[in-house]
């Protein structure tokens, strides 16, 4: 089990903001999936077609975030897994730093990916 | 490449001195918040290997090609023939070569009929170049009229090959999606709640309008005031605990669930494979070439066993149905579905016979091969005097050869602390040739014992016998010979961004 480090961390996100995570393997032997831990929704799991097609997590303040990526390899070729999150503001434009990552790993590692969003309160 | 690895060599130092330097218990001064809580969070990495297929074969031994690499005595069937398949699984590629060669790549087949894009359409164009014998017979202004008449088309080769992907045949993942699903949401389920990195977010939101925070979200710990530091320090240190402790969790059920053998028995099913090349040229630059190739490799039991031992107990719409509520975050305890098919799916894992497949991952694979060269007729009329004669001809008669191999492969030592992969490999073929004064049939045999010495370099030692040593340099006169030699596989620029960190 390997981190992919450092994990992401976004603070001051305006209340309305959406988390866009999507990932992109170089084929289909891989699984992926984010779970969205919250201090005041239910907690949701973001299944990997809807990754894989881009998917949005609307962000509601005040509001405590946490969200983790796990990816398993299986079959061969081992893709190379494209991670992307960034975080849109209500007026469209991008909040703070985007997060990305590639890994690969033929041996099937699994590997984990954190990233914390604090809403402004 | 060896210039590149020299120049990182500075900047790994310089990482390795900077995690030395940073304190065991507490963030560095100049180190960011996020990267001490990935420090802190960072589980080691795994000791235990229970992956046997640690290395995708980079060889390709399933295209047809006058000599088979099946027949090459380094060839293993525990190598995966099938690389050359997914180099451009998504779309289609067109390169070109510094020959001047130009490829096109293209697999395709939908999702629902032939899964994980099973068909490779391949069409090479050479660059068109007479024939030697045709370029040294010619000269001066006529060889100059013939090279122009060449066109970028009159040395093409298209190639067509299938390789069928399912649960019985085939190692993509797509045709066990609902299983691995199963597998890996189950373990997700089983993981415990974050409370101390909660904590970590909710001091995150406490100093977010303050300074350094307010401008920063991820500033060195040294720059926090004294309030945040004492809040932040242990609070990034016991949510990274915390996140060890869940990933070696999370680790551990993937064990236990039995994703490491999902792995290994996915490696292990059987593959089948077939081609057809056709190179068509013109008659001044060669002869128009045909090949087929059939490739079937087995190791007796892989994924497929499982689905025909569950029959009964977890069938298709079941495992379908187990993947859904699984993926909804429903146990055994919430499921019917869940509950049954993990039941067999461990069931099959104790199973005697998977033991023994899992423990002992042999291979074997056979191949037949044919390829036929046509008859080639040159006839140029009227060439310059110092041709002769006129018309200047040249003759190439056809010839045909059929190549059977079968390769037997079993590692002897496995991955694991402190041991290699040492594998044997055993190969026998039979090459028929007819038309080619050239080339006579011949049988050649090998063994080759391969040992790995690190990640990159593996040390073949083998013998081989062959009947015929027109195609073998041998000392001795019995046809036998030994091989010896180190193999190195180079670091990818990916890799040695890992080892840098990224820098």
């Known amino acids: 089990m390997s981190l992919i480090k450092p994990p992401q961390f976004w603070n001051n996100v305006p209340d309305g903001s959406t988390l866009r995570a999507k990932s992109e393997g170089t084929n289909e032997n891989y699984t992926i999936d984010m779970t969205v831990d919250s201090s005041g929704d239910d907690d949701s799991v973001v299944s990997q077609p809807r990754l894989e097609h881009g998917a949005g997590v609307p962000l509601v303040s005040p509001n405590r975030y946490i969200m983790t990526v796990r990816i398993n390899f299986a079959g061969l070729p081992a893709p190379s897994v494209t991670f992307s999150a960034r975080i849109i503001r209500p007026d469209g434009t991008q909040h703070q730093n985007p997060y990305t990552f590639t890994v690969s790993d033929p041996a099937g590692t699994p590997y984990r990916a954190l990233m914390i969003a604090v809403t402004s309160e | ?503």
């Open chain 2, 1 to 503: 490449m060896r210039k590149l690895s020299f120049a990182f060599i500075p900047a790994i130092l310089a990482t390795s001195l900077f995690a030395q330097s940073l304190p065991p218990d507490t963030c560095g001064p100049q180190e960011p918040v996020a990267d001490c809580f990935g420090r802190f969070a960072d589980p080691k990495p795994d000791v235990v290997v229970t992956a046997i297929v640690t290395d995708v074969a980079q060889a390709n031994t399933g295209a047809p090609a006058v000599t088979s690499p099946l027949t090459s005595p380094l060839a293993s069937p525990l190598k995966d023939f099938l690389s050359l398949f997914v180099t451009s699984v998504d779309m289609a590629t067109l390169s070109e070569k510094n020959d001047g060669a130009l490829t096109l790549d293209w697999n395709f087949g939908s999702q629902k009929f032939t899964t994980g894009r099973p068909f490779k359409l391949q069409a090479v164009f050479n660059k068109p170049q007479l024939d030697p014998k045709v370029k040294a017979a010619l000269g001066g202004e006529l060889l100059q009229q013939q090279e122009a008449s060449l066109r970028d088309t009159d040395d093409a080769t298209i190639s067509l090959s299938y390789s069928p992907q399912n649960r019985t045949l085939g190692r993509t993942l797509s045709p066990h999606r609902a299983l691995i699903d199963l597998l890996t949401s189950r373990a997700r389920t089983g993981e415990v709640e974050d409370v101390k990195t909660r904590e970590l977010a909710r001091l995150l939101q406490v100093f977010e309008k303050e300074e350094p925070f307010k401008s920063n979200p991820n500033p060195q710990f040294g720059a926090l005031t004294a309030p945040q530091k004492a809040a932040m320090g242990s609070a990034i240190v016991s949510a990274g605990a915390e996140q060890v402790a869940i990933a070696v969790a999370y680790r551990k059920m993937l064990r236990d669930l039995g994703v490491d053998d999902f792995r290994t028995l996915l490696n292990q099913q059987p593959q089948a494979y077939a081609s057809a090349v056709q190179r068509s040229r013109n008659s001044l630059i060669g002869a128009d070439e045909t090949s087929f190739k059939l490739t079937y490799e087995t190791s007796g039991r892989g994924l497929g066993s499982f689905y025909k031992k569950a029959q009964t107990t977890c069938n298709d719409t079941q495992l379908e149905q187990a993947q859904k509520d699984s993926l909804a975050g429903q146990t055994e305890s919430d499921s019917i579905a869940v509950k049954a098919c993990l039941d067999a799916w461990q069931a099959f894992r104790s199973d005697p016979k998977t033991k023994a497949a899992l423990a002992s991952p042999s291979r074997f694979a056979f191949s037949l091969e044919y390829a036929g060269v046509r008859r080639n007729n040159v006839s140029l009329k009227s060439p310059p005097p110092s041709v002769t004669p006129d018309p200047f001809t040249l003759h190439r008669p056809s010839s045909e050869s059929l190549i059977g191999s079968v390769v037997y492969g079993l590692p002897l030592i496995g991955n694991g602390p402190g041991t290699r992969e040492g594998r044997l490999d055993f190969s026998a073929s039979y090459e028929n040739v007819t038309g080619d004064k050239d080339r006579d049939n011949r049988f050649v045999a090998s063994a080759v014992y391969s040992q790995k010495i690190s990640d990159m370099l593996t040390m073949p030692i083998g013998i081989v016998y062959a009947n015929r040593d027109r195609y073998l340099k041998t000392f001795s006169d019995r046809g036998l010979s030994m091989h010896f030699g180190l193999v190195m596989k180079m670091p990818t620029f990916g890799k040695l961004q890992q080892l840098t960190g990224g820098q």
